[in-house]
């Protein structure tokens, strides 16, 4: 490792405000952060298991129960009728998919480009990404009309040499989540390795023997470090990638069909930017959650943290909109009457208290709330702009997936879609995630100790004169 | 067109009436399911044809129009290449497009992407509440459907196999006229011919080409379809 001290860049920082606000200038020793870390997983108050009661009941009965009894009833206790033959369920796959896409882009990308704000909330993120992708990945199985052959989109052996159709986008998408799923779980557990090693040295009992089963015998010499170090680089690469065609293949089950609003080249990066832009936010929402529910997460998770998610958010949201209006110019602009048809159902027709819901959600109020520094520094209302964000990217995975099957070429057939057990299924589903975290949340460290003590470490502020400057080392 | 088309039909829709003849011969000779009154008040009626039905002017010089609607056996289909287990498929011998009941999985993918929307799914077992002498009815030569499965028109495709059938035991190739599927058969004005398309001298190549005969529907999404559709004149000045 060398090091090499460098000012801190012009703009990160402002001259009015106290340097020890940021967590890399306000450093503790080491142990102390263990400790802290390590009494967040071992508190388990009253309310804790309350919350975990009800959670694992919503997820028996809402997600369990709702599922077991559509499949021994049929398919039609959902909504969905013709011609809108895919409703919430993926819908949900698709925003589920998007909030997955956090963990990758805060950790990896971050990572990559060296933000070093990241370095308290990647693991987090992460946990976000691969309970995300398991929600994910039980949707499409949820809508299907005979789950219990759900196996034969695999391809096996078998004795009539049937393989699955490598033509449907449905087929591609099984591949991708796949991958997904593997390389995120790796991608989480490397930089986990010193944390559970930290935990096994710091705790006995059963939590010993897990951390030290999960730890591989890490001892923290040299040599593992470099390796786990080139490991977290080679993954941080590989993984971006994988991330951006997860999210474009999930686009192509909409941009492959003839479908009028589907068919559309746009889909692939717009469905990206969507996905960044609510994962985010939803990194924000999870944070936020933390830092008010998690013993001692008011020193790593910070004010700074929100503010600089905030400025993303806020990019993201100009993002999203270009690509929207753009989908939207290009049917205008094309001429074709199907398309018209489908937009005038969004913008006039019976989805249009939807579609306005969504714009104020999505840009109005991202729009006029984050230029302002003292609210992206307010956790509670990055709360509520997460959640509105989330709420308005819902709707828009809604208006695309049901909203626009439901008009098409041939007005005789037009129809909308009320969800029915849909709604009881996504309860269970949102309990689901919410319930591996709060599980995680006292298994796992949340906060990699061991990055925010290297950023703590790069970072000094030194006294030239009367003024303290701040310096960054760069790692290598 | 297509040459390769083998099987096609043509639909005079000056000859159409809008009887709803065809839907019920078709439900007869497929087995398709009753869904009851509450599901087909929701929507999810199961008809393999659809007469869509349009006003054109103002009361009293109203003219209604009718259209059935039926898959289009394309020769490019859509739906074919989405399904993930190759449940609905082509069958290069007939022509025609086929499902495939035992294979779906129920993703109802090809539904989403049918131009035509002419596909229905079993939202349940609506034939295991079919009571004790009803079920006699049922076509033998056709599957009765279970719970999550798509399923469309065949263009009667246990007919066409019979007729193929009988032609081969006399050593023959099949001809026009050998099948009709049930739509054609019951249709009163005779607005639906069946027949072979590969055969120029067939009575469906004669009408298909009749003048009306000016565009396939939907033919710009080159799905290449097989049903050809005799334009109405009725109502208009000649």
């Not at chain 2, 009361?59 to 190759?86: D, K, L, T």
């Not at chain 2, 003048?211 to 000045?237: D, F, M, N, W």
Request: net charge neutral.
């Amino acid at each position: 490792m060398t090091a090499k001290a460098m000012p801190f860049p012009k703009g990160e920082f402002q001259e009015e405000e106290d340097p020890q606000e940021h967590l890399l200038f306000d450093p503790r020793p080491r142990e102390e952060m263990n400790q802290m870390v390590m009494e967040s997983m071992r508190s388990t108050t009253g309310p804790f298991w309350v919350v975990v009661g009800i959670l694992t009941l919503l997820v028996l009965v809402c997600l369990v129960g709702a599922w077991v009894y559509m499949a021994l009833t049929g398919m039609g206790v959902a909504g969905v009728r013709r011609p809108t033959y895919w409703g919430m369920f993926i819908a949900n796959f698709v925003f589920w998919i998007g909030i997955s896409h956090a963990g990758t882009f805060v950790s990896a990308i971050l990572r990559v480009f060296k933000a070093d704000f990241r370095r308290p909330f990647t693991r987090a993120a992460e946990l976000m990404t691969a309970f995300g992708l398991v929600v994910a990945g039980m949707y499409p199985l949820i809508h299907l009309g005979r789950v219990w052959v759900a196996y034969w989109i695999i391809p096996y052996p078998n004795s009539r040499w049937l393989w699955p159709n490598l033509r449907s986008p449905l087929t591609w998408d099984m591949i991708a989540i796949f991958t997904y799923l593997l390389s995120s779980t790796l991608y989480l557990y490397l930089p986990l390795i010193p944390d559970v090693a930290m935990a096994r040295d710091h705790s006995n009992g059963w939590r010993y023997r897990l951390y030290r089963l999960m730890a591989l015998g890490w001892r923290g010499t040299e040599a593992e470090w470099h390796r786990l170090r080139t490991a977290i680089q080679i993954f941080a690469f590989a993984i971006i990638p994988v991330m951006f065609s997860v999210h474009t293949i999930v686009s192509w089950d909409f941009a492959v069909t003839k479908t009028p609003g589907w068919h559309s080249t746009i889909f692939g990066p717009f469905f990206v930017v969507g996905a960044i832009y609510s994962g985010v936010s939803a990194v924000v929402m999870i944070l936020f959650l933390i830092r008010t529910t998690l013993a001692n997460m008011k020193y790593f998770v910070r004010e700074e943290h929100f503010d600089a998610l905030g400025k993303l958010i806020l990019v993201f949201s100009f993002t999203w909109t270009y690509f929207y209006f753009s989908e939207y110019i290009l049917a205008w602009y094309g001429g074709d009457l199907s398309d018209q048809y489908v937009w005038d159902a969004l913008t006039k027709g019976p989805y249009a208290w939807l579609w306005y819901t969504m714009l104020i959600c999505n840009i109005a109020i991202p729009w006029l709330t984050l230029w302002n520094k003292r609210i992206r520094r307010s956790p509670a209302m990055m709360f509520a702009i997460g959640f509105i964000v989330n709420l308005g990217m819902y709707i828009e995975r809604y208006l695309i997936v049901p909203g626009m099957i439901s008009r098409n070429r041939f007005p005789f057939t037009w129809d909308e879609y009320t969800p029915r057990i849909e709604l009881v299924i996504s309860v269970g589903s949102l309990s689901l995630f919410l319930l591996l975290y709060v599980l995680a949340s006292r298994l796992i460290p949340l906060i990699p100790v061991w990055e925010v003590h290297e950023g703590q470490t790069a970072h000094t502020l030194r006294r030239i004169g009367k003024t303290v400057v701040p310096t960054k080392s760069e790692i290598e | 067109m297509v040459d390769k088309a083998k099987w096609g039909m043509v639909i005079d829709l000056d000859r159409c009436n809008g009887c709803t003849v065809c839907v019920t011969a078709c439900s007869m000779e497929n087995n398709i399911a009753h869904v009851g009154e509450a599901d087909a008040g929701y929507g999810r009626s199961m008809q393999w044809i659809r007469i869509e039905r349009y006003w054109e002017g103002e009361y009293p010089n109203i003219v209604s129009r009718f259209m059935p609607v039926m898959c289009q056996q394309c020769g490019n289909a859509p739906c074919e290449p989405v399904c993930p287990v190759y449940a609905s498929y082509h069958s290069e011998a007939e022509q025609l497009n086929v499902q495939i009941y035992n294979r779906c999985v129920g993703t109802r993918y090809c539904g989403n992407n049918c131009p035509y929307i002419v596909r229905q799914f079993n939202w349940f077992d609506y034939a295991k509440d079919m009571p004790e002498p009803l079920n006699y009815q049922f076509n033998p030569d056709v599957t009765v459907r279970r719970r999550g499965i798509m399923e469309k028109c065949t263009f009667c495709i246990q007919r066409i196999r019979r007729a193929e059938e009988a032609a081969e035991a006399q050593g023959r190739e099949v001809r026009d006229g050998d099948v009709q599927p049930a739509c054609a058969q019951a249709c009163p004005s005779e607005a639906i011919v069946f027949g072979l398309l590969a055969d120029p001298n067939s009575q469906v190549s004669h009408l298909a080409r009749n003048a009306r005969a000016q565009r396939l529907l939907l033919e710009e999404l080159g799905t290449e379809p097989r049903v050809i559709y005799l334009k109405s004149e009725r109502g208009t000045k000649r």
